[in-house]
């Protein structure tokens, strides 16, 4: 893939700010958050069969409350971001592990220690490096990483062939350099760089190969690209955070869930239809909020957003 930084015209879609010190606090003075609690050990389910869910915390993040839910006019939604100074609480940043009979595929790669301890990390690109100072969080420790939360389960990092992005933002790709051999899928309208993408920070040597959704519908997702042979794991189409933003589908034995990126904040979200603060396109984000409830109601699919605190309690 040819890089380039995308600057997004300020849109610097839902990405993530350093924090600094030892207690991992914003250097902004703007609004009050505690210390955020340490980061949890990964916890791990068994969906059927030879295949094995795990839920990998990399870290914590807070945003502004216009971020998290807007309802105003577009051209206002970043101009209140950037204006409040009232802050979520913290929030997990999650990575996901499938095991697999094929094999062990990652879903995003969590975010990595040096948007807290270097000042310079999302500076490569002018727009999103203030998007993430001004206006995120983060409390992330290298042993936070993705890379030491799999070694936790026995899973070499260096050996996973496979890694499906959600999309391109800082939280979801700041754990790329743990996977020296994998190919990283990314669908083919994000590939190029999102708004708020941060390009300048994928390895030189990573392996990003666009991926076209031209398998067939899969239940209330318009198409699909399988993941395994046996069509148990497949990547379908929900975007609107990103222009190509797209979840992973596992289903087996009747059962389901969805690892759905920032599709959605959480599950209260989809349920209200309300929107984030952010997003890239705000009617291919309605149509996959109601995507995302019909596949919920209609099939019993279990939704598990990135940031979702309660995701966990419901697989």
């Not at 700010?17 to 914003?26: D, L, Q, S, T």
């Not at 979520?88 to 969590?110: F, K, N, Q």
């Not at 042993?143 to 799999?150: F, H, I, K, T, Y």
């Not at 941060?198 to 990573?206: K, T, V």
Request: hydrophobic letters at 45%; glycine letters at 12%.
């Amino acid at each position: 893939m040819r890089r380039r930084t995308v600057t997004g015209g300020g849109l610097a879609l839902g990405l993530m700010a350093g924090v600094g010190g030892c207690e991992m606090r914003h250097r902004s003075a703007l609004g009050a958050l505690p210390s955020a609690p340490r980061n949890p050990a990964p916890r791990s389910f068994d969906l059927a069969s030879g295949l094995r869910l795990h839920a990998i915390q990399t870290g914590w993040v807070a945003v502004k409350r216009p971020h998290r839910a807007f309802a105003g006019p577009d051209a206002l939604a970043l101009p209140a971001i950037a204006l409040s100074a009232s802050w979520t609480e913290w929030l997990p940043v999650r990575a996901w592990a499938i095991e697999h009979p094929e094999g062990v595929i990652v879903v995003d790669t969590g975010e990595t220690a040096r948007i807290v301890n270097d000042s310079d990390y999302a500076a490569c690109n002018a727009a999103s490096g203030w998007f993430y100072g001004s206006n995120l969080r983060f409390a992330v420790r290298p042993e936070d990483e993705v890379g030491p939360q799999l070694g936790l389960l026995g899973i070499d990092p260096a050996r996973v062939l496979t890694v499906a992005m959600t999309h391109l933002h800082s939280d979801h790709m700041g754990g790329m350099g743990w996977f020296p051999e994998a190919r990283f899928l990314v669908s083919a309208a994000d590939a190029g760089g999102h708004p708020g993408a941060l390009l300048c920070r994928i390895p030189d040597r990573a392996r990003v190969e666009g991926v076209r959704h031209d398998g067939p519908a899969r239940d209330a997702f318009a198409a699909s690209h399988a993941l395994t042979s046996d069509g148990a794991i497949v990547l379908v189409p929900t975007p609107g955070h990103t222009p190509g933003h797209q979840s992973v589908l596992v289903q087996a034995n009747g059962r389901s869930w969805l690892i759905a990126g920032d599709a959605a904040f959480d599950l209260a979200q989809i349920e209200a239809g309300t929107q984030a603060g952010i997003v890239a396109d705000r009617a291919a984000a309605r149509d996959t909020l109601t995507a995302l409830g019909r596949q919920r109601t209609e099939h019993g699919t279990v939704i598990l957003p990135t940031h979702d605190d309660a995701a966990l309690g419901r697989i």
